[in-house]
């Protein structure tokens, strides 16, 4: 029974790493943004040129202006929206005869919070990145789109500084989230600020690092499993 209990255990943790590091959050993505160095491109860390965005009244002038734009911040607001990394993922595909989509947006809109987080965290994470209503100075909210692997930071900061994006026309299921969160966020549901640097990698690279990188966890689980063993065994016989 204790072995039969310790296998499952073990199996279901293994499942879980699995997940977490092929298609959830495990962050991959510091490492391609490594070299992004500092400028105006989207996705970069903002340098002297960006102009940090304060407030609503700001977003328009930016988006006609088209100038490269900052913000910072600690109140970030989850959105029941994600977007896909890479725009050549979505698509449709024929595989064994039978038609998949995958979609460029993924909505979680009413699913119970625990359901939400474990699709995220677990499932969605690694191909999509989650809108977010940032918190600006004059108490209003503006939508940003970024790496969101960047929040790991955020407790160790008084203010996390995101990277250099645009502002743009919201897309039709990004305004129709926008009008969901508007009923409680003083949020302009006409206009996202992207910040996320879209040629950083493409998903077929990015899955084939989660797959190396679970395959050294893999191996090292097995390893460190072998040694308990032994030293369990060398125990057991020290003490017969």
Not at 48 to 69: H, K, W, Y
Not at 101 to 108: A, C, D, E, V
Not at 155 to 160: I, M, R, S, V
Request: glycine content about 8%; overall charge neutral.
């Amino acid at each position: 029974m204790g072995k039969k209990l310790y296998r499952g255990l073990r199996n279901a943790l293994g499942v879980t790493v699995a997940l977490w590091i092929i298609m959830g959050s495990f962050p991959t993505s510091w490492v391609y943004d490594l070299w992004a160095g500092a400028g105006i491109r989207q996705g970069q860390r903002p340098d002297e040129q960006a102009i940090v965005l304060t407030g609503r009244a700001q977003i328009e002038d930016l988006f006609f202006q088209q100038v490269p734009v900052t913000a910072s911040g600690r109140e970030f607001v989850k959105c029941p929206l994600m977007g896909i990394r890479d725009p050549n993922m979505a698509g449709e595909y024929r595989s064994r005869g039978r038609r998949r989509n995958i979609p460029q947006y993924f909505s979680l809109a009413g699913l119970p919070a625990p359901a939400g987080a474990l699709l995220r965290h677990f499932l969605l994470n690694g191909f999509y990145n989650t809108y977010y209503l940032l918190e600006l100075e004059d108490g209003s909210y503006a939508c940003v789109f970024f790496d969101d692997y960047a929040l790991m930071a955020l407790p160790f900061q008084e203010a996390l500084e995101l990277p250099t994006g645009y502002v743009r026309y919201a897309g039709a299921e990004e305004k129709a989230m926008l009008h969901q969160m508007a009923g409680e966020y003083d949020v302009d549901v006409a206009y996202v600020v992207d910040m996320y640097r879209y040629d950083k990698v493409s998903w077929i690279a990015d899955f084939a690092l989660r797959l190396g990188v679970l395959f050294v966890v893999l191996l090292l689980g097995f390893t460190v499993e072998e040694r308990l063993k032994r030293l369990a065994a060398e125990r057991a016989r020290r003490y017969e």
